[in-house]
């Protein structure tokens, strides 16, 4: 299956980005990009699981959509990952999720999925 | 030795059902109590892999079963006796729950990805239909043992995923190809030579189906396309055509946060309620013409739209971000008459048998409200973790479920 044909956003260090994703707020040099803060970054964990799931599965091992654990995305650029994210693909059920994230958020999902999705919360009693 | 095994099972079951399995005191020797399953079902808990077990006559959490594996996108269907729930997960498991006891009494891994399942009208053949490897495989209800797997292949080596499994009247069952655009009916009356009638060209990318509650009409709505593909199942051979064509046409298309299901609660009367797929429209179809009759504006993208028993009233919950919201349309005037909030992410409607009420789940508020549909009073509120698909035993009497 043809995947992420989306051409590339940006260029990042990913390295630079993995630190940068430890300090809350911190703008990247360069292209006025924030990491979102640790209530976001919940936020977003909790979306992509739940809401992601629905197709991709909470597990994110596939559905309807492909599979987007690490092992699955290994050797896809993150910049492609982020353009699906935010753009979606035409042609398939992948919608674009602009209307709900920023480029950041979609970049930190991005980055996330690469290297193993973060798990939610352990459930309430 | 019959009465005794009778008297055995009675008392197991029994006590076991009669509290809560977490809380129950320590058997005791007191006589057993009995209970019928017409009044029970099961709430999926999806993120803990685990089974909610409700009285729907007392509105009480009976108790959980746990160790179901992947429920992320669970459906469930039920023996026509009405004690097993089957429960087929997302990782390929397909359980069997004793409602009674409140214990797995069967689970097999059953395919890599799954999306759902059905069974027969007979209630011998569990059938459940799969993304990964795609195809359908059935299963003797009894023990769950693999008698017949059909995989969806459409080109050389090529399996599609497969949606929109239904049972139809016979040991047969109908399904869609997402891959291929294609329908195909198959009919396990002989397991060793399962027989199965392919329908190409329906229209790009069936998403779900449903088959109305007569089981003559099998529709499948396409994501691919402004439309629907229906069957006449009546027909021999049966034929597709396109219904609500071109429903779109001219508009903007929004984005789908979420897959639409669809399921026969979508037929009131003589018409069917079917969600529009990127236009936040309920759209209204006469299943005698199969013309569009009208077009109801909603607050989202639908993802159920679901009639009550009666037929008197539809319900519709929607996709992220617009799914704290659940509206009513009155079917004699096509209007909504009631916009409600439940709790953040509602997942999924079901009514009592009788429809008097419907039990709705909020997977972020971790509720499931009980509402009264006639005066949409707040009836009772079960709080439990990450609820989404509410499944009552009702649903073994009818075709379709």
Known sequence: MLFFPVPCLRRKLAGAVAF??????????????????????????????????????????????????????AGKPVEA????????????????????????????????????????????? | MNRRHLLTTAAAAGLL???????????????PVLRGTGDLGVVVLRASGTLAIIDTSHR????????????????????????????????????????????????????????????????????????????????DAQTLALVA????????????????????PGQRFAYSLFDAGEIRITDFSDLAHPHTTRIPNIGRQPYDALVTPNGRHYIAGLFGEDGLALVDLWQEPPKVRRILNGYGR???????????????????????????????????????SWQEVGRIPVAGQPVFVMAQPDGRQVWVNFAV?????????????????????????VLHMEFTPRGESVWI???????????????????????VDSPSGVFFTSRAARLGF
Not at chain 2, 265 to 287: C, N, Q, S
């Open chain 1, 20 to 73: 940068l994703a430890l300090a809350p707020g911190i703008t990247i040099a360069g292209n006025a990009q924030t990491v979102p803060d640790i209530g976001r970054q919940q936020a977003l964990v909790r979306m992509v699981r739940q809401d992601c799931g629905s197709c991709h599965g909470m597990r994110l091992t596939g559905g309807l959509g492909p599979a987007l654990t690490a092992a699955a995305l």
């Open chain 2, 17 to 31: 059902a009669s509290g809560c399995a977490s809380t129950a005191s320590p058997p005791q020797a007191a006589a």
């Open chain 2, 321 to 345: 971000p617009d799914y704290h919201r659940v509206q009513v349309i009155d079917t004699t005037t096509q209007q909504i008459v009631r916009t409600l909030e439940p709790g953040k992410a």
């Open chain 2, 149 to 168: 797997d059909v995989p969806a292949e459409y080109a050389p080596g090529k399996l599609s995923r497969v949606v929109g499994l239904v049972d139809l």
């Open chain 1, 81 to 125: 990952l982020e353009a699906t994210i935010y753009g979606g693909r035409p042609g398939t059920p992948m919608a674009p999720w602009s209307a709900m994230l920023s480029e950041s958020d979609a970049h930190w999902i991005a980055e996330q999925l690469l290297t193993g999705f973060p798990e939610l919360p352990k459930a309430h009693p």
């Open chain 2, 250 to 288: 001219g508009e903007q298309t929004l984005p789908v946060y979420k897959m639409p299901h669809l399921r026969g609660w979508a037929v009131a009367g003589r018409r069917a309620y079917l969600p529009a797929i990127g236009h936040h429209e309920v759209l209204v179809v006469d299943t005698e």
């Open chain 2, 361 to 383: 789940s909020s997977r972020d508020a971790n509720r499931v409200s009980v509402i009264d549909t006639h005066s949409f009073a707040t009836q009772a509120v079960l709080e």
């Open chain 2, 60 to 139: 009480t959490l009976l108790g959980q079963v746990t160790g179901l594996g992947d429920l992320s996108h669970a459906s469930v269907v039920f023996s026509r006796d009405t004690r097993y729930a089957f429960v087929f997960g997302r990782d390929g498991g397909l359980t069997k729950v004793d409602l009674l006891t409140q214990a797995i009494v069967g689970r097999v891994m059953q395919a890599g990805n799954s999306i759902g399942g059905a069974i027969s009208a007979d209630g011998r053949l569990v059938v459940a239909q799969n993304y990964t490897p795609g195809g359908i495989k059935a299963f």
